[in-house]
């Protein structure tokens, strides 16, 4: 992984036009452009529980760090599980939060997806944190698990102290953000290999233990085939002006699918909101750079009062 050190704090620089604040990450050295980017082991993990928790129909595997701290809950991607955030879970706790992952229907060590029961990843999501007797709390998600938490934001928004979202349009089924989404994919995009997709070229080639590590995760990740629970919302375009909580996007320099064009047309529309900017990051932020992504989380749940 990459040497994170080598960049400078993140900026905060106004967006003119859009309304918004982005944190842009430093610039490396020039001494240091030439040097070779040396791989970050995952961190020791902080002491956890998992269980099992009662969601209609069905039940999800999660893990909690517990302690009385606020509650941060982690939403993975379609290419990844509750085993994916091995370089959050000991940071943030270790910044004093009580933090939680878990898997959804279909994903590792939770029931395997139902057909016929599909349920709906939000309502999910709502059984989890009633189970745990949380209240209000921190969201971040990425990717596929972002359009879940997006869907969370517009039917229990009051639960919520923030919300993150990575590399993910937010759910938004209509307007330009969603011709964008459709249009920079060319055919055959599904079909092509997850770690092409999902990371980023500088981090494939500088760094093939990390990738090899990923894809390990993410072919053990999904029980038989890969689904998506349907959303309870309509989310279009027009509504992302609904959400009136601190929100945070973070999108990867590097990001073929969702890249930053994205996230400034979805932070337009909701007022209040940044972007942080990850370099030469692909899909898969909270991966490739996760010093860059955990700064950019903790400084956006830290300014919540």
Same mark, same amino acid.
């Given at each position: ?70 509650? $941060? ?26 933090? $939680? ?16 029961? +599909? ?23 990425? %990717?596929?698990?972002?359009?879940? +938490? ?14 993150? $979202? ?20 060319? /055919? ?23 990738? /090899? +590590? ?17 959303? /309870? ?7 992302? /002006? ?23 047309? $979805?932070?337009?529309?909701? %007022? ?34």
């Amino acid at each position: 992984m990459l040497n994170m050190g080598q960049f400078a704090r993140p900026l905060r620089a106004l967006c003119l036009g859009l309304g918004l604040v982005a944190m842009v990450a430093g610039v490396t050295p020039a001494r240091s452009q030439t040097s070779p980017i040396t791989p970050t082991p995952i961190p020791t993990q902080a002491p956890a529980k998992d269980g099992m928790a009662p969601v209609p129909g069905s039940q999800i595997w999660y893990w909690d760090t517990g302690g009385q701290g606020t509650p $941060i809950v982690l939403l993975h991607p379609a290419t990844g599980s509750g085993l994916i955030w091995g370089y959050q879970q000991p940071v943030f706790a270790k910044a004093g939060y009580r933090v $939680i992952g878990y898997s959804r229907r279909g994903y590792i060590n939770s029931a395997p997806f139902d057909r016929n029961n +599909a349920g709906i990843g939000s309502e999910d999501l709502r059984a989890l944190v009633d189970h745990l007797g949380l209240g209000r709390f921190h969201l971040v998600a990425s %990717a596929a698990g972002g359009s879940i +938490a997006s869907d969370f934001a517009f039917s229990y928004q009051p639960r919520l102290l923030s919300l993150t $979202i990575s590399s993910n349009s937010f759910g938004v089924r209509d307007g330009e953000i969603a011709k964008a989404a459709t249009f920079i994919r060319p /055919k055959g995009w599904d079909e092509m290999p997850a770690e092409f997709r999902e990371l980023g070229p500088s981090y494939r080639a500088a760094n093939p233990e990390g990738v /090899k +590590a990923w894809m390990e995760l993410e072919h053990k990740a999904v029980i038989g085939r890969e689904f998506r629970q349907p959303l /309870k919302n309509e989310i279009t375009q027009a509504r992302l /002006k609904e959400l009136k909580l601190p929100v945070l996007l973070i999108a990867g320099a590097a990001d073929m699918s969702t890249p930053p064009s994205m996230s400034r047309m $979805i932070a337009a529309e909701i %007022a209040g909101s940044r972007v942080a900017f990850i370099p030469e990051s692909g899909h898969s932020t909270y991966w490739e750079q996760p010093e860059l992504f955990n700064r950019a989380v903790l400084d956006h749940v830290g300014a919540v009062k």
